[in-house]
């Protein structure tokens, strides 16, 4: 399978791109890979390989640009380049750490919607105390929605977590304040009786924000805006956390010694808590796997991101989500 990265996207590119690449390859005995970007920057990273190739490129878009206009005037920019090699059937993915507007945008215009959805959703899976993750969306493709917008950011999640998760009956939850059916807004209540009528997906309840490290559900769906200040908090507070953990552990020897024992464990809390170890975000409802890593991505997510990818091309994920959204008309 033909995979392209925009491989100026991101605070680490190209590097990142470029050692994600090589990892993946070197794991991934059926995966190619198009790097897209400035070739002279990324032939400083790149270790010649049968199954990468580059695709050059002066023109990148920025984290500052303005999402729209900058993917209908930069057409030669790498991550449009990319999303074209997907839409051209060049590659059967493309992943970029760059601005996810631009991105969405990309994605949209460039690559298209799967008949009958009518949002792309944005869908991370983000960490669980027991480590087995849920995935949430949308967070931020759309800051408004409709209840028919969540039963299909269900149906998609629930693809997905079956299909690259593993999962043969995923949980879905519907972000709420509160538990009962008749809790939350308008929005909530309308997506819940749609939710609970709908026999494509597996349909728990209403899930709240503080329990969702529980893992009381594998899929959990909410409107864009909400979904991005939960994404946002979720990783800040553990931020903070290990700030604090870290500021008492070396608050005098005794401490520090303790912390040296300790280290290990903590830092298998810490790998816990990394969401990038699940890959990138999926935006969910195009024709094809558009992948947003983390702008902040190493090699390590970049590879993530690949093995996520190759996953959802492996397992038909987009031809899924199109057949069960087809049945739910």
């Known amino acids: 399978m033909k995979i392209t990265i925009d491989a100026m996207g991101g605070d680490n590119a190209p590097k990142a791109q470029v050692l994600g690449a090589m990892k ?7 995966v190619e890979i198009t790097l897209i970007g400035n070739e002279s920057e990324i032939n400083q990273y790149l270790v010649k390989h049968g199954r990468i190739r580059v695709i050059h490129t002066d023109e990148k878009i920025l984290s500052t640009d303005e999402p729209v206009r900058a993917v209908r005037r930069k057409k030669s920019a790498s991550m449009v380049l990319a999303a074209q090699q997907v839409a051209d059937g060049e ?13 969405m945008a990309a ?26 993750g849920f995935v949430l969306l949308d967070v931020g493709a759309n800051s408004d ?21 593993g ?41 709240e924000a503080r329990d969702l490290l529980n893992g009381p559900a594998d899929v959990v769906v909410t409107d864009g805006f909400t979904g991005n200040m939960v994404l946002k908090t979720l990783e800040g507070t553990a931020m903070g956390v290990f700030k604090m953990v870290k500021a008492a552990l070396m608050s ?19 790998n816990k808590m990394d969401y ?31 093995r996520q990818t190759r996953d959802m091309v492996g397992n038909d994920v987009i031809s899924t989500i199109a057949e069960t959204i087809e049945k739910q008309k």
């Open 24 to 30: 993946a390859v070197e794991a991934f005995s059926d």
């Open 167 to 207: 999962i043969k009956k995923p949980r879905v939850g519907l972000l709420n304040i509160g538990t009962e059916e008749k809790k939350g807004n308008e929005l909530t209540k309308h997506a819940f009786t749609l939710l609970q009528q709908s026999s494509e997906i597996s349909f728990i309840g209403n899930v």
């Open 107 to 132: 994605g949209l215009f460039v690559v298209g919607r799967i008949e009958g959805i009518e949002r792309p959703a944005l869908a991370p899976t983000l960490p669980t105390i027991d480590g087995k």
């Open 91 to 103: 590659a059967d993915a493309c992943i970029s750490s760059g601005n996810t507007g631009a991105l």
């Open 252 to 270: 005098n020897l005794k401490s520090k010694l303790a912390a040296a024992m300790v280290k290990p464990e903590l830092k298998v809390i810490k």
């Open 276 to 306: 990038s170890e699940y890959g990138g975000a999926g935006l969910f409802g195009l024709k094809a796997p558009v992948i947003k890593a983390h702008g902040s991505s190493d090699a390590n997510a970049v590879y993530n991101a690949i």
């Open 145 to 165: 929605a409709k209840p028919e917008h969540l039963l299909q950011f269900a149906i998609m999640g629930s693809v997905y977590a079956q299909k690259v998760r």
